[in-house]
């Protein structure tokens, strides 16, 4: 084995600071769990002015999803994490993407053949990636006893071979994590695991450990499912003689008390919840809460505070439900909490799906909307009656609270037609008085008269705004033509 080519990896390791990675495989969209669990590395690093690392792990090319790498990208930077280090931009230990490091993981694999910590396996299984990958009971594998050198003869004559990882038969191992602490494994229950597979590419275990100690990774944050496996990186990085990272395991999310997140289940992915009109900062302030607590009663924070006050004793063992009712919650607190610009900017695209008629103005419309609207793509069935008045039942006059009935909703409406045609300067003020002053010498509650304009002019009891907004984003005629409208069939 060619010691310098050791010499000159290890000698590129970082050192000295923190340094985190999230290492996700390019199989689809980015789901909450995933996108909670690269928040948390995100923080981490940060919190400690250190290093966040994107590294994509692609060497299961049968589950490679084509584009799947961009959208990743295109998620975290959305969220606003952006890693230091990555495909695209590089860094001290580039590349970032396993397929194109593929020359690294071999060496490492025969390094530890000579060490009689991994063997040569020649058995006649199944030459099938998915085969190769499992961890199967092997624990009589004749291929474990062979002798190094004549299981290296046979590889350089072209058998074709797996690396496994040759797992101590006797004894314990223990690994600590920072969340879940101490955890012992008897090592009988542990199998001796592909390293590498016979296509070349190595597991996803074993390109995992290769590069954490490449990249110099000091935290590795990680789900739940991994912790059966952490024994097995433990005594790769023995074998190997480096340091163990400090693990940091997240429990699941949960759909509820028995079922965990899952797209095949109809589950929202983080793309999923953007299009149903979830703002990003809303989501991941919400979705950073899923198994941390940061104490006290606050709930919202930007990015910017949650790297100040991040840590990883908040992190919960138990796993978090994802509720909706919540996420709306947040998300209606984020949009409440744009400026009147933001939020016009963003609302603009649901308002003109529906709204086709120029004279009626965007920002009047996002005006009456920021404050009643817990997402984005609510916004079209909220404000439909603004561009075609729907054919609605005369029953919505009768309304108790208001003390409006057909006849008295008919006898509101004439008054308020009368008024409102003779209003020179339309203006929400200039409605706003008029039928207030029209309620007044009427001697009715103001809701007397409103109720019954709203329902003329919006053929719906649900509204965002009330009548006298209505009134002014129709504009004079549109209104004074919907409320003839009511009167007819207010009709007795």
């Not at 689809?28 to 981490?44: D, E, K, N, P």
């Not at 690093?45 to 589950?63: H, M, Q, S």
């Not at 979705?287 to 790297?307: H, N, Q, Y």
Request: with cysteine; charged share 30%.
């Amino acid at each position: 084995m060619n010691n310098t080519w050791f010499d000159t990896m290890e000698s590129n390791i970082p050192h000295g600071k923190v340094r985190t990675r999230f290492a996700p495989s390019p199989t689809g969209y980015m789901h909450v769990g995933g996108l909670r669990t690269a928040l948390y590395t995100y923080l981490t690093a940060k919190k400690e002015n250190g290093i966040f690392i994107l590294r994509i792990e692609d060497t299961d090319t049968a589950r490679f999803v084509e584009g799947a790498t961009e959208v990743i990208i295109k998620t975290l930077k959305e969220a606003g994490l952006n890693y230091d280090e990555g495909p695209e931009i590089g860094g001290p230990v580039a590349p970032y993407t396993q397929s194109e490091r593929l020359d690294t993981y071999r060496p490492y694999a025969e390094l530890l053949c000579e060490k009689n910590a991994a063997y040569y396996c020649f058995c006649d299984i199944k030459n099938d990636e998915k085969t190769d990958e499992i961890n199967f009971e092997i624990k009589n594998d004749p291929c474990r006893d062979l002798p190094y050198e004549s299981s290296k003869k046979r590889v350089d004559s072209g058998d074709p071979f797996v690396v496994r990882m040759k797992a101590p038969r006797e004894g314990e191992t223990a690994v600590y994590d920072e969340v879940f602490g101490e955890i012992i494994t008897p090592n009988k229950i542990l199998d001796d695991m592909v390293l590498l597979k016979r296509d070349g590419y190595p597991t996803y275990n074993f390109a995992n450990v290769i590069d954490d100690h490449l990249m110099g990774i000091t935290h590795v944050m990680r789900g739940s499912e991994y912790i059966s496996s952490a024994p097995k990186y433990n005594l790769l990085y023995e074998a190997f003689g480096w340091d163990i990272p400090k693990y940091v395991t997240v429990s699941p999310v949960m759909r509820d008390a028995q079922n965990k997140l899952s797209k095949r289940h109809g589950d929202p992915t983080y793309d999923d919840l953007l299009d149903q009109g979830y703002l990003p900062q809303a989501v991941l302030n919400y979705v950073a809460l899923l198994g941390w607590s940061p104490g006290g009663e606050r709930e919202i924070f930007s990015l910017c505070e949650m790297e100040e006050i991040f840590d990883i004793s908040g992190i919960s063992k138990s796993p978090a439900i994802f509720d909706i009712e919540k996420l709306n919650h947040f998300n209606a607190e984020y949009i409440r909490a744009l400026s009147p610009e933001e939020f016009t900017d963003k609302a603009k695209p649901y308002i003109q799906s529906v709204i086709k008629n120029e004279n009626i103005s965007i920002p009047a419309v996002a005006g009456i909307l920021q404050a009643r609207c817990e997402k984005l793509n609510d916004i079209p069935d909220k404000i439909d009656f603004f561009e075609e008045l729907p054919d609605y039942d005369a029953d919505l006059y009768e309304h108790k609270k208001s003390k409006t009935d057909k006849q008295i909703s008919r006898d509101m409406l004439i008054k308020a037609k009368k008024v409102l045609e003779a209003l020179e300067i339309w203006t929400s003020e200039t409605i706003h008085d008029v039928l207030v002053e029209t309620a007044l010498q009427l001697d009715v509650k103001n809701a007397t008269l409103m109720w019954p304009i709203r329902i003329a002019t919006a053929g719906k009891a649900v509204t965002p705004g009330g009548a006298i907004e209505i009134c002014f984003i129709l504009g004079k005629k549109e209104t004074l033509r919907r409320i003839n409208i009511g009167i007819e069939k207010t009709g007795i």
